[in-house]
T-cell receptor, first 113, second 111 residues
Framework: GAGVSQSPSNKVTEKGKDVELRCDPISGHTALYWYRQSLGQGLEFLIYFQGNSAPDKSGLPSDRFSAERTGGSVSTLTIQRTQQEDSAVYLC???????????FGQGTRLTVV | GESVGLHLPTLSVQEGDNSIINCAYSNSASDYFIWYKQESGKGPQFIIDIRSNMDKRQGQRVTVLLNKTVKHLSLQIAATQPGDSAVYFCAEWGTGNQFYFGTGTSLTVIP
């Protein structure tokens, strides 16, 4: 498709399990961002990828969170040993380059039980 | 740190009236701003953007105004429709590698 695609759309996991969230950015977009949105809240920055440069991981809340971007395209956000406070909507966005129009996917709603 | 704030968390307008949603930002070095619309259960949808070398930009039924002197951004929606009901976020591209978002303004359009 033409937009940012995220999968799964919903994920329910047990506390302590690992989860992987996937993001397919818009073709040709070099910048990719992950954000987290808790219920009724704004967007919390997690990580930023730009081309082949080292990612900006400054927003990752703990070492249980990691992300990678393979071949400058698809990105995976991994949360290890999930906790209940990890429950949120995880949003991915991409833009042609840094500081230009950023378009979001529909998000993955993660529920840790 | 940087912050992007909104003056009003909720706004109710009558259908057909104009809506104005405000946003304050703190980083005078920010040079790019976006307004997003988010409907329930969906990701933020790009509405309109503006760069710091402009004061005003118009789209279809929407206008964004930027006042760099007081670090203020506003989104004007003309002839508001029920489909405009959503949460609106302003986002600021600052000195870090990220867009900074406010907590959003919930717009309710009364038929």
């Amino acid at each position: 498709g033409a937009g940012v695609s995220q999968s799964p759309s919903n994920k329910v996991t047990e506390k302590g399990k690992d989860v992987e969230l996937r993001c397919d950015p818009i073709s040709g977009h070099t910048a990719l961002y992950w954000y987290r949105q808790s219920l009724g809240q704004g967007l919390e920055f997690l990580i930023y990828f730009q081309g082949n440069s080292a990612p900006d991981k400054s927003g990752l809340p703990s070492d249980r969170f990691s992300a990678e971007r393979t071949g400058g395209s698809v990105s995976t956000l991994t949360i290890q040993r999930t906790q209940q406070e990890d429950s949120a909507v995880y949003l991915c966005a991409s833009s042609y380059r840094a500081g230009t129009e950023a378009f979001f996917g529909q998000g993955t709603r993660l529920t840790v039980v | 740190g940087e912050s992007v704030g909104l003056h009003l968390p909720t706004l109710s307008v009558q259908e057909g009236d104009n809506s104005i949603i405000n946003c304050a930002y703190s980083n005078s070095a920010s040079d790019y701003f976006i307004w997003y619309k988010q409907e329930s259960g969906k990701g933020p949808q790009f509405i309109i953007d503006i760069r710091s070398n402009m004061d005003k930009r118009q789209g279809q039924r929407v206008t964004v105004l930027l006042n760099k002197t007081v670090k203020h951004l506003s989104l004007q929606i003309a002839a508001t429709q029920p489909g405009d009901s959503a949460v609106y976020f302003c986002a600021e591209w600052g000195t870090g590698n990220q867009f900074y978002f406010g907590t959003g303004t919930s717009l309710t359009v009364i038929p």
